[in-house]
C-alpha cells in the first residue's frame, strides 16, 4: 500500500527533479515506439498483437524496475533513496514503532517538516511498504536512545529560569547541541536522496529500440 508523504525541499531542486522524470518519460515514450516497430505490431493481429504487446509491458516494467526509465517521481527518487537507507544501515527488518510513539518524521529536536531555510517547495511522493517501513522504523529505532537523551536534558534544563529552573550553563548547551546533532528526520533523508538524484541524474540513457544498458 502507497504512503504518501510531504517533504519541504529547495524549489530548485523540485523543478530538476520534474525535468528529470519529464526527459525520463519522452525517451520511454521513444523506446516504445521502437519496440512496437521491432514487434512489428502494426501487421500482428488477435493472439499474436496481445502477446506482443504483453512482453513490451513486461520489458517496460523491468526497465523502471531497474532504474533505467525513472518516468514518475518516485521511480526518480529510489536508486537514491535505497543508497541513503542503506548507508546507515536502514535498509533491514525493525521492530513495529509502539502504539501511540511520537512519529519519526516529527522527532524531538528534529527540523519538522516545514522548516529549513529555502525549504519553501513541497515534495509529494508516494512510497511503497518496501521503502516506507525500513524508513519509518529505521528512523524512529535509530533516534530513539538520543530522544531519551534530549527528553533528560529537558526534564533537567529546559524552560530555564521563566520555569523556575537554573539557566543551561554552555557546556550543559554544547551537550544538547550534540545529542541533536545525531537525530535524524524522515524529511533529511528524502531531501539528501533527492539531492543525490538532481546531483546524478540517470546519464546516457539509451535510446535505442531495446532499451538496454
Known sequence: MPHTMVIAVPPDQLT????????????ETRWRAGAEQDAA????????????RARIRTERDRLRESGTHRVSRL????PA???ELNHPGLLREWDSIPEGAQRAGQTLG????????????RLVVSLPDALWTPLQRGVYWTNEPHVRALAGWKDKWGGGPSA????????????R??????ITTTGEIIRTALTRTVNSPAKGLRQGRTGKS
Request: glycine letters at 10%; a positive charge; charged letters at 20%.
Open 164 to 175: 523556575g529552573r537554573p539557566a543551561a550553563p554552555p557546556e550543559a548547551l554544547t551537550e
Open 16 to 27: 530538476q527533479l520534474d525535468a528529470l522524470v519529464q526527459e525520463q518519460q519522452t525517451a
Open 110 to 121: 528534529g527540523t519538522g517538516p516545514h522548516r529549513g531555510t529555502g525549504l519553501t517547495a
Open 41 to 52: 505490431v502494426l501487421r500482428l493481429r488477435g493472439p499474436e498483437l496481445r502477446a506482443a
Open 81 to 83: 533513496l535505497r543508497v
Open 177 to 182: 547541541d550534540r545529542i541533536v546533532a545525531h
Open 75 to 78: 521511480l526518480a527518487l529510489a
